[in-house]
């Protein structure tokens, strides 16, 4: 049965980055089948895609965080990872990764299985 | 493009019929997905491409519409499905989520 669970630090300080993992099992992150993203949530407020990759190439950014995000494949131990860098309190929220759908070599498929999440702040 | 949401926010009994619509502000085919979060939970993918019911979600859920305007319909409500509901657009490579329809109990 496939399952995500991402891990990393709870509490970064303002400026620093935030690096979070995805753990995969049941599948592997070199599937031609599947993007690999990542997706927030601010504490009392709606879903932000923050990007997905694919293994065979292709990284897709949101624009708003484009300049300050990475994420990159560890094949080795099937895991994703998201680096976001010079954080600020508005950063803090529910980190969740989640498998997409290829459709014609783009991410147009839904999320489908999603990570239970993990809460991460920014203060210092 | 954007996706916006209507109602924020609506109060329903048990057995009711609820209707949320999900607008884009151009048109995305038939490029959209429904999710349902639950309190404290991850988001579950209820609906795919408009109107693709997941295997296990229950046949009170359905979805329709196409190009900008989208509904999802919950007939007949139960306990189990008050929770938030997103919908999310995957024609372009800027997947941008609605913001969100929160149905609480009358």
């Known amino acids: 049965q496939l399952q995500l669970q991402e891990s990393g630090r709870g509490l970064v300080k303002p400026s620093e980055t935030l690096s979070l993992t995805c753990i995969v099992s049941?599948?592997?992150?070199?599937?031609?089948?599947?993007?690999w993203g990542w997706i927030r949530q601010p504490p009392g407020k709606g879903l932000e895609w923050i990007g997905c990759?694919?293994?065979?190439?292709?990284?897709f950014y949101n624009p708003s965080l484009k300049s300050r995000v990475t994420i990159s494949a560890d094949t080795s131990e099937n895991q994703f990872s998201l680096n976001l860098n010079s954080v600020t309190a508005a950063d803090t929220a529910v980190y969740y990764c989640a498998r997409q759908e290829v459709r014609g070599k783009y991410p147009r498929g839904p999320f489908d299985v999603w990570g239970q999440g993990t809460m991460v702040t920014v203060s210092s | 493009i954007q996706m916006t949401q209507s109602p924020s926010s609506v109060s329903a009994s048990i057995g009711d019929r609820v209707t949320i619509t999900c607008r884009a502000s151009q048109g995305i085919g038939n490029f959209l997905n429904w999710y349902q979060q639950r309190p404290g939970k991850a988001p579950k993918l209820l609906i795919s491409d408009a109107s693709t019911l997941q295997s296990d979600v229950p046949s009170r859920f359905s979805g329709s519409g196409s190009g900008t305007d989208f509904t999802l319909t919950i007939t007949s409500l139960q306990p189990e499905d008050f929770a938030t509901y997103y919908c999310?657009?995957?024609?372009?490579?800027?997947?941008?989520f609605g913001g969100g329809t929160k149905v609480d109990i009358k």
């Open positions: 049941g599948d592997s992150i070199s599937s031609t089948n599947y993007y």
């Open positions: 990759m694919y293994f065979f190439g292709g990284t």
């Open positions: 999310q657009q995957t024609f372009s490579t800027f997947l941008a």
